[in-house]
């Protein structure tokens, strides 16, 4: 996406993955993540959910003077996803993965295919990484729901992870799951098995559901 180096700085339109619609100033554009300002807070968003982007027809003026200030960036590296979590780890952020739905916490891992999120709601998440639609840092002196540092303190987890996903899940194996927020019924159940990339889960009632872990984006353990 090196062609839209020239839109940097100015007002853009997007279409993410999930029929959303995001508006602000194009920051700056890395090898696979942009970088937009929305008035409010910078969102990194990596190109694997940018559907389309152009010039804002109707721009605001409460946009046009941001300040272009990046609190996760290295002016002397471009912009990257890993880059970007690996800076993100341990600090508080908003993450957008689906269903219209943030996720507030902060990245304690990340690993080769997904990456361990402590929410103050969900605890610890898993996270595939291709289907993170956006990340934002929150600012330095503000805290998810306003908790304070004791009662959401930043610790890495301490359970032991394992290089991808699904050696990850197979560690879990047993345990009461809930896949996508549990956004379905279906979605509930007991871990009863991971191999080749399928999920086996029984439900409430005792039927077998089998979902693709690769249309999986957050794995969390209630």
């Not at 996406?1 to 993410?16: A, D, P, T």
């Not at 190109?47 to 389309?52: C, E, G, P, S, T």
């Not at 987890?157 to 699904?166: A, F, G, K, N, V």
């Not at 098995?193 to 794995?219: D, P």
Request: charged letters at 20%.
């Amino acid at each position: 996406m090196n062609n839209l180096y020239s839109l940097i700085g100015k007002q853009v339109e997007l279409e993410v993955s999930g029929n959303v619609l995001l508006e602000g100033i194009l920051v700056d554009v890395g090898s696979d993540m942009l970088v937009v300002y929305n008035g409010k807070k910078y969102l990194y968003i990596p190109h694997l959910h940018i559907h389309n982007i152009k010039l804002c027809a109707d721009p605001r003026t409460e946009l046009a003077n941001a300040t272009t200030e990046l609190p996760l960036y290295d002016e002397d590296n471009m912009i990257s996803y890993r880059k970007t979590l690996i800076n993100a780890k341990g600090r508080f952020v908003e993450i957008y993965v689906a269903e219209n739905q943030s996720i507030h916490g902060y990245i304690t891992a990340i690993l080769n295919d997904y990456f361990t999120f402590y929410s103050p709601v969900y605890k610890t998440m898993f996270i595939s990484l291709n289907h993170l639609k956006w990340l934002a840092p929150y600012q330095t002196n503000i805290t998810p729901y306003t908790l304070s540092n004791e009662v959401l303190p930043v610790k890495p987890t301490d359970i032991p992870l394992q290089r991808s996903l699904e050696e990850q899940l197979k560690r879990f194996e047993g345990k009461l799951t809930v896949l996508d927020l549990g956004n379905h019924p279906l979605k509930v159940g007991l871990l009863k098995q991971v191999q080749n990339n399928i999920i086996e889960l029984v439900t409430a009632n005792g039927e077998s559901v089998f979902w693709k872990l690769t249309h999986v984006k957050t794995i969390h353990f209630p």
